[in-house]
């Protein structure tokens, strides 16, 4: 059953097209990646989400009902644009989001202590936030947006700016969340990221939604099929000269292609021969990075 | 689902924003500094009008038989003016040197022949002393040339000039126009200070962008009602500080005789605070969400800067001068009323009614403005760069 609903969600800026119709859907427990190109929508769908826009036309629904200041409270959101106090010591800074997110003083201090402790940033928590590093604000910031216990994660861009190390704390509390039953969306750039963590993705492009659903059953049909080759030594552009065969990612020694109906790959594999020394062939299932690439170039 | 609990916890939401805006400011160095510095001023000019303002106590040294009598009658003739002369004996004029040099005695009158003083002499002593003299002197020489006692007293006695005062001095009237010009002052220091400090907080959230946090889970006009409070209630309580703390510091050093009006001029100047800046508070905050820098803050708080520098200065003109036309008209308009009406009152030019009329029209005014300034601001507020007012209007209307 879906949890957080957008519904037909239209928004336009003078001219500008922004939201054209979209809706998808997140379910209990489930971790959705919503991916699209720069620009594409995915900011504007968010902040709709969250109330501090509004949209044009369609509906934002939690569990059924349409969303209110009063049900947006028990939602956690963390902007693309990040904002916290710069002079707020960190802990004050976190006691007053979950203050105004309704918790009492007494919850709100003890789950702003565990949060922060949580995101790796409990031993600055009696420093300014200014005074930390741009990673360290980065997990403040997801600490505000957890603070609270929220029922919902909508997170912009929550990876960005953070470190190895962090991609992994991140990683590991958001699965915790949603093995808690809380729904989590969050937009990415990193692909990779998106198809280690989440089931399902949506994709935007220029404010249509162009692709939705389990990440697996995306790939599995995409019919395609795709070679990696890389090749040593061999003259430039020797795969562009292959009939029946079109590159569809570049590699620094050679590239993912995809074969035409009657190429078989022993063929591509021949001509690597030919063409140099063969350090990689291998047969690729379309991965999420090459759905992406098909459905935004179309 | 607890439908009263939570609705209990969004009424409360202003009073935890209004807590933030409190303490963290409150806590802020700068502001402990500054407040510290104020009440150090405020301390020490008091005690030092006390010490030194106004001095009407004397010390008088005499050297010689003759001097301690004419000292004696200067200390009846000075305390007939309210002067208060204390008179020390002197053995010689080398003891005298010393007294005026180093003790403080203000003069010494030697042998009844010369007046002896450190630099520039003590006007009203030194002219007591002339006067006396002058008379001890004439008697005398009216003695030699062969009067009696009872017709040189018969010429000496006559009666002081009359002094016909077409404007009487009012003492309590004086006092009241300084605490005036005080209240005026602090009044017109607090509703800048603090109204820019709305402004810039509403600029701090929005270049920050951590206003977009905040209006996830609360109403624009939640977060700006609980800003404009605390802020409001940090200017209300330093004001009383300083008030309770020149009170306190005046009532030692006695430099006051009327404690009670100035008690009273506390309580309108802390009155009409709360009133002109809930009045300007909303003004600020568009001022301030309209620009999402600083810098540019300057030129959009730049009407009510003029709104606020022009009420000051008219109502600095109001003491010295509170009945006319343009003072009158002045203490019943909102923008200029904090600053002129408190001088009216505080000086007697208007009744319960003309005050209660004019803080009347200011709260209506007030109650007016906000739903405005609360739109603009909501409009605004989430909208990068410099934002045009006629623009948010238009699309906050649809």
Redesign the interface.
């Known amino acids: 059953m879906s949890a957080l609903e957008l519904e037909g969600l239209s928004r336009r800026f003078g001219d500008v097209v922004a939201l054209d119709d979209v809706s998808f859907s997140v379910a209990e427990g489930e971790m959705v990646g919503f991916v699209g190109p720069n620009g594409a929508g995915k900011t504007t769908a968010m902040r709709i989400a969250v109330g501090v826009m509004q949209q044009d036309a369609g509906e934002v629904r939690w569990r059924g009902s349409p969303v209110n200041l009063e049900i947006r409270r028990r939602f956690g959101y963390m902007p693309e644009e990040r904002g916290l106090y710069p002079k707020m010591r960190v802990l004050d800074q976190l006691v007053y989001l979950a203050r105004l997110h309704g918790l009492d003083a007494g919850d709100a201090r003890s789950q702003a202590e565990r949060t922060a402790t949580l995101l790796g940033v409990g031993d600055r928590a009696r420093d300014r936030t200014e005074t930390l590093s741009l990673g360290n604000q980065q997990r403040v910031q997801l600490s505000a947006a957890l603070v609270h216990r929220p029922e919902v994660l909508i997170l912009d861009e929550p990876f960005s700016g953070l470190d190895p190390v962090g991609v992994d704390v991140l990683s590991g509390v958001l699965r915790a969340q949603t093995a808690d039953g809380v729904p989590v969306v969050f937009s990415s750039h990193q692909l990779e990221l998106v198809e280690r963590l989440c089931e399902s993705v949506v994709l935007i492009d220029r404010g249509r939604i162009v692709a939705a659903g389990k990440i697996a059953e995306l790939r599995a049909a995409d019919r395609r099929r795709l070679v990696r080759v890389e090749v040593a030594g061999a003259p430039p552009g020797w795969l562009d000269a292959l009939r029946g065969v079109r590159v569809v990612e570049r590699l620094p020694e050679g590239a993912v292609v995809e074969l035409d109906e009657g190429v078989r790959e022993g063929d591509v594999l021949d001509a690597a021969r030919a063409a140099g020394q063969v350090r990689h062939f291998s047969v690729v299932r379309p991965s999420l990075a090459d759905i992406f690439r098909t459905v935004v170039r179309s | 689902m607890s439908a009263t609990g ?2 209990s ?2 009424r409360r ?1 202003w009073a ?2 209004a807590r ?1 805006e409190f303490v ?1 400011r409150a806590r ?1 160095r700068g502001f402990v500094i500054s407040t510290a510095i104020t009440l150090v001023i405020l301390v020490g000019v008091i005690v030092a009008t006390a010490v030194f303002g106004g001095e009407t106590r004397f010390d008088l040294g005499v050297v010689g038989e003759e001097s301690h009598a004419i000292g004696e009658q200067v200390v009846d003739a000075a305390a007939a003016l309210g002067i208060d002369v204390s008179l020390r004996v002197l053995p010689d004029e080398d003891s005298a040197t010393r007294a005026v040099r180093e003790e403080g005695v203000d003069a010494a009158l030697l042998d009844a022949e010369r007046i002896l003083v450190r630099s520039g002499p003590p006007a009203e002593l030194v002219g007591i002393l002339q006067v006396v003299s002058l008379r001890v002197r004439s008697a005398r020489a009216l003695q030699d040339a062969g009067l009696s006692e009872d017709e040189v007293q018969a010429a000496l006695n006559q009666p002081p000039l009359e002094v016909r005062a077409l404007e009487p001095v009012d003492d309590r009237r004086r006092e009241n126009s300084a605490v005036a010009f005080v209240g005026v002052l602090a009044l017109y220091g607090q509703l800048f200070a603090y109204g820019y400090w709305v402004a810039a907080g509403v600029v ?2 929005k270049s ?12 624009p006009s939640q977060l700006l009602r609980g800003k404009i409070l605390g802020i409001g209630l940090l200017g209300l309580a330093q004001l009383l500080l300083i008030g309770v703390v020149g009170l306190t510091a005046a009532q030692l050093v006695g430099s006051l005789d009327f404690a009670s009006g100035a008690i009273a001029t506390i309580g309108i100047v802390l009155l009409w605070f709360v009133i002109g800046f809930f009045f300007y508070a909303g003004l600020f905050a568009v001022a301030g969400s309209i620009v999402t820098r600083q810098e540019d803050l300057q030129s959009t708080m730049t009407p009510l800067t003029i709104l606020i520098v022009g009420s000051f200065i008219i109502g600095i003109n109001a003491i010295g001068d509170p009945s006319s036309t343009l003072a009158t008209v002045a203490s019943l308009l909102p923008p200029s009323a904090p600053l002129v009406m408190p001088s009216r009152i505080v000086l007697r030019e208007t009744g319960l009614a003309g005050a209660l009329l004019s803080a009347g029209v200011s709260i209506g005014a007030t109650i007016a403005l906000v739903p405005i300034a609360t739109t603009i601001y909501s409009g605004a507020v ?1 909208r990068p760069g410099r934002v045009k007012i006629r623009q948010v209007l238009r699309t906050e209307r649809r």
């Not at chain 2, 920050?208 to 609360?218: D, H, P």
């Open positions: 939570q609705s916890g969004t939401i935890v924003i933030r963290e802020d701090e959230e920050s962008r951590v206003v977009e946090v905040l209006l996830a889970t609360v109403r989430l």
